[in-house]
């Protein structure tokens, strides 16, 4: 048996424990490659024309997977109880996968995170577990090793980032989903732009998230959504180390639509960029925002240090 | 502290209720925004982020508009999809515009403890009486009954009238008189009558009746001026209209265990906010043979947006014609009527092939 990982959504939050805990168990998988064009497309095609970039890169991702394995992971999120809730696309995502892809029968590996339920991450595990035919003692010890497994690289990823904030060069903040940071097609032009720039890119995502939920009570008081209680408390955690801020969407992102704005109209002295990504555009467009941004902050940097 | 004067965003014919509810129950004065119009969305509009849904921006406009008469307290509710964060968005969209109000978030109420509601409102009246409020708010329950009750009843026949827009006088004439309403006795009292006086209207109906269902998105659904009068154009083809989706269905009657049952061969979890019910009911019609589903949402909600893929296969399984309209600051009012004559055409053309 083979499993499918689709490169996209959750993929970023989750590959160390989804990858390790199918290593122990002896579990052949096969992870999409990163996003790119032919992808994107599968997923445009797929998908529902107003749904949002990175849902539709999701199903390209699935769309690639689907003649190369047995079973594609589809994991389900309710929400994370007291941490936060999620997009509604996470709750949703499970069915909309299957009735998408039902014509092409599908067939869906899946786990669903219901906080009503204790210790619910390994209570869904172990279902899964059992579904691929292991046994619950090697299931236990499958899950413990990828959890710590998950904990010390999502450890040391933060820690590689504190060394960064350390350096002398111009340091931008960038705020947006994991899904939609780490992705080839949407964020990472972004940051190797700034990279050529001379800009050393923060990667909100990268932080201590049980810290950063707490922070953001200080700029948002009734945010309901964990993912952007992260990203927002992120910008309360580093904004005093770093020289500006940019905040990446994939267009028309339901949360991101409300905290965005509230971002722009409450965080003050440090410059902003919005950018929204809907996948149509060039890279000549974003490129000269970007360089437009950085000057400002250069600019800005300079008057202050006296050397203009 | 000077006299309280609270608004609560337009939405259907509910705020002769609320009207009902804050003026007898929390004795508070209330500000009925004036009805949506283009300048009320025109208003959110401008001051909205610009892809955030649009009852956003209508909420936005009522607000302003309600301002604009005399409103110095507003209240918004929770939720759980994008609505649950409107209010601390509103809030600080209104007072960077230089507005002094007092904004009640209801978000900030906890569902499970119905004790934090009362905790909220008593910032609105703090000498609030419980008994006062409790019997308030079984006249205000009966109320949205009512009225929803009504709706239901015009919705089907109002096509078929013999002389037109005699209904929609009832109806009118109706919500007029429950605002003189002072308890549960009255409400039931008028909306008896009226329901008489409705049945008595002539009616002609052929004997092949067109049945057609709507489904869709909470406020777009339930606020005629924000889906440009649908079930109201549709109605005037001689078309049988239903809606489940109210606060009596949705709210006061919910059945979860239901819904799941009846949708089980489509989806297997909630999939968020109003798309289980939009499952269910297209399930249901589709089932009854309906001769068509219109799928009505603003442009950009997700939970409505993921129930689309699950709609194109109800209607593939049950060969059921279903229109999707997605609603935006900008939608054209010709494109709009142009595509409800090109499917009314349609299932009437599928009618007689039967």
Same mark, same amino acid.
């Given at each position: 048996? *083979?499993?499918?990982?689709?490169?996209?959504?959750?993929?970023?939050?989750?590959?160390?424990?989804?990858?390790?805990?199918? $290593? +122990?168990?002896?579990?052949?998988?096969?992870?999409?490659?990163?996003?790119?064009?032919?992808?994107?497309?599968?997923?445009?095609?797929?998908?529902?024309?107003?749904?949002?970039?990175?849902?539709?890169?999701?199903?390209?991702?699935?769309?690639?997977?689907?003649?190369?394995?047995?079973?594609?992971?589809?994991?389900?999120?309710?929400?994370?109880?007291?941490?936060?809730?999620?997009?509604?696309?996470?709750?949703?995502?499970?069915?909309?996968?299957?009735?998408?892809?039902?014509?092409?029968?599908?067939?869906?590996?899946?786990?669903?995170?219901?906080?009503? +339920?204790?210790a619910n991450e390994f209570r869904a595990f172990l279902k899964m577990g059992k579904f691929l035919g292991k046994k619950k003692a090697a299931i236990t010890r499958a899950y413990l090793i990828a959890k710590q497994n998950q904990k010390v690289?999502?450890?040391?990823?933060?820690?590689?980032?504190?060394?960064?904030?350390?350096?002398?060069?111009?340091?931008?903040?960038?705020?947006?989903?994991?899904?939609?940071?780490?992705?080839?097609?949407?964020?990472?032009?972004?940051?190797?732009?700034?990279?050529?720039?001379?800009?050393? !890119?923060?990667?909100?995502?990268?932080?201590?998230?049980?810290?950063?939920?707490?922070?953001?009570?200080?700029?948002? $008081?009734?945010?309901?959504?964990?993912?952007?209680?992260?990203?927002?408390?992120?910008?309360?955690?580093?904004?005093?180390?770093?020289?500006?801020?940019?905040?990446?969407?994939?267009?028309?992102?339901? !949360?991101?639509?409300?905290?965005?704005?509230?971002?722009?109209?409450?965080?003050?002295?440090?410059?902003?960029?919005?950018?929204?990504?809907?996948?149509? $555009?060039?890279?000549?467009?974003? $490129?000269?925002?970007? +360089?437009?941004?950085?000057?400002?902050?250069?600019?800005?940097?300079?008057? *202050?240090?006296?050397?203009? | 502290?000077?006299?309280?004067?609270?608004?609560?965003?337009?939405?259907?014919?509910?705020?002769?209720?609320?009207?009902?509810?804050?003026?007898?129950?929390?004795?508070?004065?209330?500000?009925?925004?004036?009805?949506?119009?283009?300048?009320?969305? %025109?208003?959110?509009?401008?001051?909205?982020?610009?892809?955030?849904?649009?009852?956003?921006?209508?909420?936005?406009?009522?607000?302003?508009?309600?301002? %604009?008469?005399? /409103?110095?307290?507003?209240?918004?509710?929770?939720?759980?999809? =994008?609505?649950?964060?409107?209010?601390?968005?509103?809030?600080?969209?209104?007072?960077?515009?230089?507005?002094?109000?007092?904004?009640?978030?209801?978000?900030?109420?906890?569902?499970?403890?119905?004790?934090?509601?009362?905790? %909220?409102?008593?910032?609105?009246?703090?000498?609030?009486?419980?008994? =006062?409020?409790?019997?308030?708010?079984?006249?205000?329950?009966?109320?949205?009954?009512?009225?929803?009750?009504?709706?239901?009843?015009?919705?089907?026949?109002?096509?078929?009238?013999?002389?037109?827009?005699?209904?929609?006088?009832?109806?009118?004439?109706?919500?007029?008189?429950l605002k003189t309403c002072e308890n549960k006795k009255d409400v039931d009292k008028i909306t008896k009558k009226y329901k008489k006086k409705l049945k008595d209207v002539k009616v002609k109906k052929p004997k092949k009746l067109i049945r057609?269902?709507?489904?869709?998105?909470?406020?777009?659904?339930?606020?005629?001026?924000?889906?440009?009068?649908?079930?109201? %154009?549709?109605? @005037?083809?001689?078309?049988?209209?239903?809606?489940?989706?109210?606060?009596?269905?949705?709210?006061?009657?919910?059945?979860?265990?239901?819904?799941?049952?009846?949708?089980?061969?489509?989806?297997?979890?909630?999939?968020?906010?109003?798309?289980? /019910?939009t499952v269910y009911k297209a399930v249901e019609w589709a089932k009854e043979g309906f001769d068509g589903i219109i799928h009505v949402k603003s442009f950009g909600c997700t939970p409505e947006i993921d129930a689309m893929p699950v709609l194109?296969?109800?209607?593939?399984?049950? @060969?059921?014609?279903?229109?999707?309209?997605?609603?935006?600051?900008?939608?054209?009012?010709?494109?709009?009527?142009?595509?409800?004559?090109?499917?009314?055409?349609?299932?009437?053309?599928?009618?007689?092939?039967?």
């Amino acid at each position: 048996m *083979k499993i499918g990982i689709p490169r996209a959504f959750l993929y970023y939050k989750y590959h160390y424990l989804w990858e390790s805990f199918f $290593e +122990e168990l002896g579990i052949e998988y096969v992870v999409s490659p990163y996003t790119n064009r032919e992808i994107y497309k599968q997923g445009t095609t797929y998908a529902i024309d107003e749904a949002c970039l990175s849902s539709k890169i999701y199903l390209g991702h699935v769309a690639y997977l689907l003649p190369k394995c047995d079973y594609i992971l589809v994991p389900r999120v309710f929400g994370y109880g007291e941490d936060g809730t999620v997009c509604t696309k996470f709750q949703a995502i499970y069915d909309v996968v299957n009735n998408t892809f039902r014509d092409q029968k599908i067939k869906i590996l899946y786990y669903n995170i219901n906080p009503k +339920e204790t210790a619910n991450e390994f209570r869904a595990f172990l279902k899964m577990g059992k579904f691929l035919g292991k046994k619950k003692a090697a299931i236990t010890r499958a899950y413990l090793i990828a959890k710590q497994n998950q904990k010390v690289n999502q450890m040391m990823d933060i820690r590689k980032q504190e060394q960064l904030l350390e350096s002398n060069q111009l340091k931008i903040l960038l705020v947006g989903h994991q899904y939609n940071v780490y992705d080839r097609f949407i964020g990472d032009p972004i940051i190797q732009t700034l990279k050529s720039l001379g800009v050393c !890119p923060i990667i909100a995502d990268l932080c201590d998230k049980k810290k950063a939920r707490e922070a953001s009570h200080e700029i948002s $008081e009734t945010l309901p959504w964990a993912f952007n209680k992260e990203l927002v408390g992120a910008i309360a955690l580093y904004q005093s180390q770093v020289d500006g801020i940019i905040l990446m969407s994939s267009f028309p992102c339901g !949360p991101d639509s409300l905290v965005n704005e509230i971002l722009i109209r409450r965080i003050k002295g440090i410059p902003i960029l919005n950018l929204i990504l809907d996948g149509q $555009e060039g890279s000549a467009g974003l $490129e000269t925002r970007l +360089e437009s941004f950085i000057d400002i902050i250069k600019l800005k940097k300079e008057e *202050k240090d006296g050397k203009l | 502290m000077e006299n309280c004067k609270i608004s609560f965003p337009r939405f259907g014919n509910y705020h002769i209720a609320l009207e009902f509810l804050f003026t007898k129950g929390l004795g508070v004065e209330y500000v009925t925004p004036p009805p949506s119009t283009k300048r009320t969305l %025109e208003l959110g509009s401008k001051y909205s982020p610009d892809y955030v849904c649009s009852p956003f921006k209508y909420n936005l406009g009522n607000f302003i508009e309600a301002i %604009e008469n005399g /409103a110095n307290t507003l209240v918004q509710t929770g939720g759980v999809c =994008r609505l649950g964060y409107y209010g601390e968005l509103h809030e600080q969209i209104l007072k960077d515009l230089g507005y002094h109000v007092k904004f009640i978030n209801m978000s900030k109420a906890d569902y499970q403890k119905p004790l934090t509601f009362y905790n %909220e409102f008593k910032k609105i009246n703090p000498n609030l009486s419980l008994k =006062r409020i409790s019997s308030a708010l079984l006249a205000f329950l009966k109320m949205v009954a009512s009225i929803d009750e009504i709706e239901d009843f015009v919705r089907q026949n109002v096509g078929f009238e013999v002389h037109n827009g005699e209904m929609e006088k009832l109806q009118d004439a109706y919500l007029e008189e429950l605002k003189t309403c002072e308890n549960k006795k009255d409400v039931d009292k008028i909306t008896k009558k009226y329901k008489k006086k409705l049945k008595d209207v002539k009616v002609k109906k052929p004997k092949k009746l067109i049945r057609v269902g709507i489904i869709g998105e909470y406020y777009t659904i339930m606020e005629p001026f924000s889906n440009h009068f649908i079930e109201k %154009e549709l109605a @005037k083809k001689g078309i049988v209209i239903y809606r489940w989706m109210n606060v009596t269905n949705s709210v006061l009657k919910y059945d979860g265990k239901k819904q799941k049952k009846v949708i089980k061969n489509y989806v297997k979890y909630y999939m968020g906010a109003t798309s289980m /019910a939009t499952v269910y009911k297209a399930v249901e019609w589709a089932k009854e043979g309906f001769d068509g589903i219109i799928h009505v949402k603003s442009f950009g909600c997700t939970p409505e947006i993921d129930a689309m893929p699950v709609l194109q296969k109800i209607s593939n399984d049950y @060969k059921i014609p279903i229109l999707y309209f997605s609603f935006d600051s900008q939608t054209s009012e010709t494109g709009i009527q142009t595509r409800l004559e090109a499917f009314y055409d349609m299932i009437m053309m599928r009618k007689e092939q039967k």
